[in-house]
């Protein structure tokens, strides 16, 4: 059902190889919605992308405030995109507190598309603008396109007996038809969206489609944009794509994991930012047998998801920011009792309420170390946001196999962003075997182990293998509370050599050398791939080696992660944190690896990165 | 084992050692939490529940060790989340019987927050609550239920914290059973639990329980034989409310409110007759009638009604989900919404 690319019928037509767009505007003006409709038509086309959503915290800030600008970056090329962009080439600015906030992220030379309507005294007041920036130089060296859009949309939809305030409302929908003219983008896909979205509401519907049309048919016919640009599709492997945010990846990964297990997903969570997207998605497909609870606080979501797990379900929960202290006294309780259980943590800036809608690395060792005692736990990292379907997978089958709380690090920009993802075979998913106990006579030993050092599972309802566990110190074997000294010894060490041990079960770390005699490697982890990616192309296309390797399960680490680290000259870690992974491979390896670390609660931008290592290899 | 794998002829001939685990109670000698240990392992077989589907669950405090010693499954959690764990078990599988076993400390004070929602949820699971008013297993701190003045190791100069009335927070909570026994009298204790493994839904009973090494004597006004006969206010369904080997009632006094008087000098008409299915407000005033056993106290069930229990509720909900969208199929999950084909 790929759609084709609208050509002008008056206009020339240019040829540019990738596009960055900043949408931004008010919280109330409906920014998200317009970059996920052009991301949409965008991907329909074949065009490779990757998205940036930018919000503030607040629902909705004072209107016309800085503080309320709420923005959406994409970044379309007609070949492999790993980041959405440094700076845009394009703003669309709704009113003067966007323009004010996002100019410094526009590049130099680059077009501002402006509300002119919304840039009164007024509102140029709100922003902090003492005089008008479109007038008084502040945009020199930029291309300015002043379109009244609030007014045109007002008149396109004035015979259709809306409200003043809903057509209004519509504006962010000429916008989209604008910039859906400029880059060519299908308009069927649209309007098929309206129709799905306010399809019960005809005023609405209506008024919404005028606006997109008063938008497209504006850039078509004036005479302000001189000429369309078309970015052509991006060479793709055969297949079905869709686009995907991650928090939809991760839902149905989960998901997918508790089909190819048989084993049903049970889901506790708390409200909390950015984490409760996860519990939205997955409350929509109870069809799945998905059981979703929206507990009393995180530690009850905590405890309902273990309770879950001992009865035989994967136990999830899910959260961000402070509710992984909350959670980590349960999580030292799972590791115990080692049952299986996911611990999603969607990391935002910190600490404390810290910055909840923007992004960080900043939980890496609270996963690894945040619980007393020695309690050590299977850490894995998406590196995209489709790479989140497979993760989860990956987690649930650890958990199952090794019977062990697995914490998955996600992030607010992979929850977010969304980029296309070329569909899996379903029947071609990995299976996993939950090998639920069942009684054989002799005398049940709930702390027994397998080859992989996991206990058996054996749920209640079962006959013959009736038990007791908790957070008592267990007796090797017989799961009988136990304070021996020696024993405690050795269920400290088998509960550390039973996670280390499920490096076995991972892939090597895999180097990307292309010349073999790299001097300098770039290890990340987590959502910094793209950027790092990136980063590497270029300081490549420049004649540097440099290798880049990136890291998947944190712990335990892929067995040849020590002969890789200290086998370069150099190695750089890019980290949204102050070097946390950074630590864990110095501790660990004795390897000489630097950090650059970026706690801006934005992505690191492409450019910075390739200064870095440009720096770091030529000084 | 009670039975072998997969035999359950063995339902009628289970006996209270199919209950029992191999596991040495190491309780201090004296405890009330033997009484009801024996109570509860005594009637067990009387429910016809096999130990395979049985789930006892606990926090942390002396209570917690309960779970060892039942030979059922058992699951000891941390401090106060038993409600939660059980929530978890009791909604992942609604066919199971769970038990939460948890003193005045970890329901009331670190847990309470998950005890209400439990209770509000109408989660099936029994919560017995062993009421001593004390923290035993740290030896001897003032507990959320202790008496304003209590002097203990931190409160030497003793309490200012005015102490919860825990059947009257349960009935606020919108638990849908309430009740109140006591460790020592192994009938009412028997009674009151059978009533609360037929409830469905969450069932909460306080059980005055003796600490006699931290707090010993709290409820001898109720718990002792002789002082008990004048001071145990006896709750039985659809009967007046009448004490003292039958000298005093609870009567409806001025204003509506209930008050113990003579039963000599009462107009039987005034005397409250007990309707644990009516609305909640009288059994909390029978709650409110005593602030803790040192006056005349109510025991028995304070309140029983029905309501849908949260495990069914999740379980139809699924169902219907089945039904409106079809049982889950991840192709069709995977390709909704805008597709596109490349080659």
Redesign the interface.
């Known amino acids: 059902?790929?759609?084709r690319p609208t050509g002008s019928m008056t206009k020339t037509v240019e040829e540019r190889d990738h596009v960055v767009i900043r949408f931004a505007g008010d919280s109330g003006d409906g920014m998200q919605l317009t970059g996920d409709r052009f991301t949409?038509a965008t991907?329909?086309l074949?065009n490779d992308l990757a998205t940036l959503p930018d919000f503030p915290a607040e629902i909705r800030a004072p209107a016309g405030t800085v503080h309320g600008v709420s923005a959406f970056q994409i970044q379309f090329a007609d070949t492999d995109v790993t980041t959405p962009g440094d700076h845009a080439d394009v703003l669309v600015a709704m009113n003067p507190a966007a323009l004010r906030a996002d100019l410094d992220k526009v590049a130099r030379g680059g077009t501002i598309i402006i509300n002119e309507d919304s840039f009164t005294q007024r509102n140029l007041e709100k922003a902090g603008y003492a005089s008008d920036p479109t007038t008084d130089g502040t945009l020199d060296g930029y291309q300015i396109y002043p379109v009244p859009m609030t007014s045109i949309t007002v008149r396109a939809v004035e015979s259709l007996g809306v409200g003043k305030k809903e057509a209004e409302r519509s504006k962010n929908m000429f916008a989209l038809g604008l910039v859906s003219w400029m880059y060519g983008r299908p308009v069927d896909?649209t309007l098929r969206w309206l129709e799905k979205k306010f399809g019960g509401k005809p005023e609405i519907y209506e008024a919404n489609v005028a606006s997109f049309n008063a938008g497209y048919n504006f850039g078509e016919t004036t005479e302000l944009f001189a000429h369309q640009i078309h970015v052509a599709a991006a060479p793709?492997?055969?297949?079905?794509?869709?686009?995907v945010a991650g928090s939809q990846a991760l839902a149905?990964g989960l998901?997918?994991a508790s089909?190819r297990s048989g084993v049903?997903l049970?889901y506790?969570s708390y409200p909390i930012t950015p984490a409760s997207d996860l519990l939205h998605e997955l409350s929509k497909?109870?069809?799945?047998?998905?059981?979703t609870?929206q507990?009393?606080?995180e530690?009850?979501?905590a405890?309902?998801?273990?309770?879950?797990?001992?009865?035989?379900?994967l136990?999830v929960t899910g959260t961000s920011g402070p509710g992984i202290d909350l959670k980590a006294?349960?999580i030292?309780?799972a590791v115990i009792?080692e049952l299986p259980m996911i611990l999603v943590d969607v990391m935002r800036a910190g600490p404390s309420t810290g910055m909840p809608t923007k992004n960080e690395q900043g939980d890496l060792l609270a996963a690894m170390f945040g619980r007393h005692g020695e309690s050590p736990i299977p850490i894995v990292a998406p590196s995209s946001p489709a790479d989140c379907f497979s993760v989860a997978m990956e987690a649930a089958g650890v958990a199952i196999r090794y019977r062990t709380p697995v914490i998955l690090l996600s992030d607010s920009f992979l929850q977010n962003s969304s980029e296309p993802w070329l569909?899996?075979d379903?029947d071609a998913?990995p299976t996993i075997d939950p090998m639920f106990a069942?009684?054989?006579?002799s005398d049940?030993l709930p702390y027994a182990r397998d080859e992989r050092l996991a206990r058996p599972w054996a749920i209640?309802?079962?006959?013959?293998?009736?038990?007791?566990?908790?957070?008592?110190e267990r007796e090797d074997r017989t799961g009988?509370?136990s304070y021996e000294a020696d024993n405690h010894e050795r269920m400290t060490h088998i509960r550390r050599e039973k996670v280390e041990g499920i490096a076995a079960d991972i892939p090597p770390l895999e180097v990307d050398d292309p010349t073999g005699d790299a001097e300098l490697l770039v290890l990340g982890w987590g959502s910094t791939a793209g950027t790092i990616r990136a980063a590497v192309q270029r300081v490549r296309g420049s004649g540097d080696r440099v290798a880049t390797a990136h890291l998947r399960w944190l712990n335990p680490l892929p067995t040849n992660t020590g002969e890789i680290v200290t086998k370069y000259r150099q190695v750089l870690i890019p980290e949204l944190n102050s070097g946390q992974l950074t630590m864990l491979v110095r501790a660990r390896f004795l390897a000489d690896a630097k950090t650059f670390s970026k706690v801006q609660g934005l992505p690191i931008w492409a450019d910075e990165l390739e200064d870095a290592i440009v720096r770091m290899l030529h000084g | 084992m009670a039975e072998e794998n997969g035999d359950v002829s063995g339902v009628a001939t289970l006996t209270k050692k199919d209950f029992t685990s191999d596991q040495e109670p190491r309780w201090c000698p004296g405890c009330g939490d033997y009484a009801i240990l024996a109570a509860v392992q005594g009637f067990m077989p009387e429910l016809g529940i096999e130990p395979h589907n049985t789930v006892f669950i606990s926090g942390i405090g002396c209570s917690g060790r309960f779970t060892y010693y039942m030979d059922t499954y058992g699951f000891h959690g941390i401090h106060g989340r038993a409600p939660a764990i059980a929530t978890g078990v009791a909604t992942a599988n609604p066919d199971l019987h769970v038990w939460v076993v948890t003193g005045d400390g970890d329901a009331l004070s670190i847990g309470g927050n998950h005890l209400i929602h439990a209770l509000r949820r109408n989660v099936n699971i029994k919560i017995l609550m062993f009421n001593n008013q004390i923290y035993g297993l740290t030896k001897g701190q003032y507990s959320p239920t202790s008496e304003e003045g209590k002097v203990t190791k931190s409160t030497p100069f003793g309490s200012v914290d005015h102490p919860f009335n825990p059947v009257a927070l349960a009935l606020g909570a919108e638990a849908t059973f309430v009740a109140r026994t006591v460790d020592n009298d192994r009938k009412h204790l028997t009674d009151v639990l059978r009533q609360a493994a037929e409830h469905p839904g969450s069932a909460f009973v306080e059980i005055y329980q003796n600490c006699n090494v931290f707090n010993d004597g709290a409820f001898d006004l109720i718990r002792d034989k002789q002082q008990g006969l004048h001071n145990q206010i006896r709750l039985v369904d659809g009967e007046p409310i009448v004490f003292d080997e039958g000298t005093r009632c609870v009567r409806v006094g001025e204003n509506g409110r209930l008050e113990i008087a003579a039963v000599a000098e009462s107009d039987p008409s005034s005397i409250v007759t007990h309707d644990i299915h009516g609305r909640p407000s009288l059994a909390f005033a029978l709650a409110h009638l005593s602030h803790g056993p040192t006056e005349p106290t109510c025991i028995g069930v304070f309140h029983e009604e029905d309501r849908s229990t949260y495990g069914e509720a999740v379980r139809s909900q699924l169902d219907r989900a089945v039904e409106r969208l079809g049982p889950g199929d991840l192709k069709t999950l995977l390709h909704g919404g805008d597709t596109w084909t490349v080659g």
């Open positions: 059902m790929a759609s949409n991907a329909i074949g896909v793709a492997a055969e297949g079905t794509y869709r686009n149905w998901i997918a089909v049903p049970f506790a497909h109870k069809n799945f047998g998905v059981v609870i507990a009393e606080d530690i009850a979501a405890n309902m998801s273990l309770g879950a797990a001992f009865t035989g379900h136990g006294e349960t030292g309780l009792t569909l899996p379903v998913l069942k009684a054989n006579g049940f209640p309802g079962t006959p013959g293998l009736e038990h007791r566990i908790g957070g008592l009988d509370i």
